[in-house]
């Protein structure tokens, strides 16, 4: 039996209240402005991680948005919605990246890690300019998907699958993915023959007979592909 719309409002609006838990415990506690921070493309052979931070107004249960989740849950077409509602509606959002070359340079848990200070680094400058007091405006608290940052000089909080638990999160999971996946689509002008415009870098079958067919190019890591029968320097 299909659910009616005010059904499904009322599903998505008790998703929202249980994924806004963490932040009404923090503004409970005082802090103004929490960010949520997410990466996406730590698995694929080819590409950057990106990572997003998103502050979220304390109103924004009451603004009517809904439908925000864990981006590998939404379609493309309701996270490319989602991305600018996002943008608009965030006090402030920031975006990180590391490339190819860092993440075989430090490995790819490293490189995640400078990519979401990247964000946060980008979204505490976002919200010092648009407060005009980098000391009474600033980030107090950020949640993070799973990691922590042992040398971020702000309160934090890892949430294992922190994207599906809290709205912040999940918001910045859904900058991070989209903006990946255009990135990858920008890729897949320059190196056709790896059907980056579908796969976005992962390992699928079209991706890995590209690597058969023509090497490896040159954003690819070369820290996540072993096999001998690929040449090394095609397409660089």
Known sequence: MRKTAAEKEREQRELLNRMLAYERALYAQGVRHVAGVDEVGRGPLAGPVVAAAVVLPPDFSELGIFGINDSKKLSEKRREELFDVIRETAVVYGLGYAD???????????????????????????????CGDAETCRIGHVLIDALT???????????????????????A??????????????????????????????GTALHYAGLEAN?????????????????DETNL
């Open 100 to 130: 190819h070359q860092t993440i075989d340079e430090v490995n790819i848990l490293e490189a995640t890690k400078l990519a979401m200070k990247q964000a946060i680094t980008a979204a505490s400058a976002m919200l010092a300019q648009k």
């Open 149 to 171: 940052l042992p040398d971020l000089k702000l309160p934090q909080t890892a949430i294992i699958k922190g994207d599906a638990k809290s709205v912040s999160v999940a918001a």
């Open 215 to 231: 090497g490896m190019c040159q954003i690819h890591r070369r820290s996540f592909i072993h096999a001998e029968s690929i040449a």
């Open 173 to 202: 999971s859904i900058l991070a993915k989209v903006t990946r996946d255009r990135l990858m689509q920008e890729y897949h002008a320059l190196y056709p023959g790896y059907a980056f415009d579908r796969n976005k870098g992962y």
